[in-house]
Structure formats: structure tokens, C-alpha cells
């Protein structure tokens, strides 16, 4: 799992603050430069961050926006069927009342 | 009669039991001219509700508010089993039924219980995404977005 690795959520933090290449990622780690690499790997194919596409520098990117959008629409979602299904309760109890009333055998 | 809500890190539950036979309740979730008189959000209109109910057939639908603002969505029927379960995906869609991307797909399963005449209704929501969403949360990463905190602390406040 991408997220389970302790230097790969200090990564993912340090890019929180913006872009940084690899070098500048590995700094603050006693570990190598392919070690690091191999974190970004996991994490470019987790969809959590992007590379730059500058064969040299190839900045790291956090790709935060599809979590976010997760984030909002779960809470839309919720909103959206707390609603409907308060709607539902007052629509079957208007169609119960019409059909008593439809078929003239209220009491 | 309230609806309780129930939220883990995947899922999404409502159930709420309603005064009326499941037989009732079935039809109104399953046929387009009672669906758009309840289903959608607080001051949206549903001008387009489309149900091909069968296995395999999709509902397809827009919501439009006052603004003219409009949202498309298709889910697709994966299983029914009349009067007691129906189970469908759902989508964000756009106007040309392609799905959006980026927005996660949600598997929707609706339970009808016969309880001594009454309706017990259960909508069980499962989010694909939401076990990423829910481990970020736990290692305090999305303190370096606080819109997104926001957004979870208060889902989670809300059910609790």
C-alpha cells in the first residue's frame, strides 16, 4: 500500500508545500537516491503524485485534486440522498392517501 | 420518521423504516414518474429521468436547478429482485453519457424489509476511493488542506 510507508507520507507531506525534485525530496532522508526513486515510483503509480515531464528535474507533483473532489462529493452524495429519501416519506404517504381516497373506501 | 446514518471508511448506510408495503416502495424507486418526485437534491428539478428497469438496463438522469445549472448522471440495474433488493452503479455523467473523470463510481444497494405491514429501507453506498480518503485522514495528512478536513470532519461529525 502506497500510503503505509513512513518516508512515502513524509514525501507526500514535503510536497504538500509544493513541488520538489527528487534531490531536494531525498535531503532530508539518511537513505539513497534510488531508494527515494522507488518510493516515487510507488506513489506516481498509486495516482498520488505526478512527475514534470523535464527529463533532468522531472519535479514531483502532489496530486491532491481527486481526493479532494472524493471528499466533496461524498458529502454531496450524502446530503443529496438525506433529502431524498425525506422527500420519499411524504411522497408515499400522499400517494397512500390518494389511492384510499381514489378508490372511496376511506374509513 | 428519522433516517439514521451510518459511515465507515468504505461505506454509507441509511436506513430508515417507512409507513408503507414494500411493494409500494419498490415501484416508487423503480418507475420514472415517481422517482422525479423525490429523488434529487433541495431546489434542483429532474427534467430528465430515464429507467430501462431490467438487469443490465440504466437510469439515466439530469438535475437542473433555478441557475439552469445542470448535472447528468447514469447508473446501471445490476441486480433486481422485486419486491426486496435493488442494486445499481451510479455515475456523474456528462450531458453526452460519458462519465466524468476523476469523480468516483458508487455500487448502490436499496433493501426492502417487510416489518409487520411497515417498510424497513436500507440505501447501503460503497465508495471506491474512500479507503484512501479515510487512511489519509488517519496519518494527519490532510491537515495541509484544511477544505478537505473540513469536508470529512464534517461527515464524520455528522454521523456520528
Not at chain 1, 481526493?67 to 416519506?89: C, H, I, P, V
Not at chain 2, 468516483?104 to 411497515?118: L, S
Not at chain 2, 417498510?119 to 485522514?137: F, G, I, M, N, P
Amino acid at each position: 500500500m502506497a500510503l503505509a510507508d513512513p518516508t512515502r507520507r513524509r514525501i507526500l507531506e514535503m510536497l504538500s508545500k509544493g513541488d520538489a525534485t527528487v534531490n531536494e525530496l531525498a535531503r532530508p532522508f539518511s537513505v539513497t537516491l534510488p531508494a527515494i526513486s522507488k518510493h516515487l515510483k510507488v506513489l506516481e503509480r498509486a495516482g498520488l503524485i505526478s512527475r514534470g515531464r523535464n527529463a533532468q528535474w522531472r519535479p514531483c507533483r502532489l496530486e491532491a485534486e481527486a481526493l479532494k473532489e472524493g471528499a466533496d462529493w461524498m458529502d454531496q452524495y450524502r446530503q443529496l440522498w438525506e433529502k431524498s429519501l425525506s422527500n420519499l416519506e411524504s411522497y408515499v404517504q400522499k400517494l397512500q392517501a390518494q389511492e384510499r381516497t381514489g378508490k372511496g373506501d376511506e374509513q | 420518521m428519522s433516517i439514521a446514518i451510518e459511515q465507515s471508511d468504505t461505506e454509507l448506510t441509511f436506513t430508515q423504516v417507512l409507513d408503507a408495503p414494500r411493494e409500494l416502495l419498490f415501484k416508487v424507486f423503480s418507475e420514472s414518474e415517481h422517482v422525479k418526485q423525490w429523488w434529487g437534491p433541495e431546489g434542483w428539478m429532474m427534467p430528465v429521468c430515464t429507467i430501462d428497469f431490467q438487469p443490465g438496463g440504466t437510469w439515466l438522469y439530469c438535475i437542473r436547478n433555478a441557475d439552469g445549472e445542470e448535472h447528468w448522471a447514469k447508473a446501471v440495474y445490476r441486480e433486481i429482485v422485486l419486491p426486496e433488493r435493488i442494486v445499481f452503479t451510479d455515475n456523474m455523467v456528462d450531458a453526452g453519457g460519458s462519465p466524468i473523470e476523476g469523480l468516483p463510481p458508487k455500487r448502490v444497494t436499496v433493501t426492502f424489509d417487510d416489518v409487520a405491514g411497515k417498510t424497513r429501507l436500507r440505501v447501503h453506498v460503497q465508495l471506491e476511493s474512500a479507503a484512501d480518503l479515510k487512511k489519509l485522514v488517519d496519518m494527519g495528512f490532510a491537515r495541509h488542506f484544511p477544505e478537505t478536513l473540513q469536508h470529512l470532519e464534517q461527515i464524520l461529525d455528522s454521523v456520528k
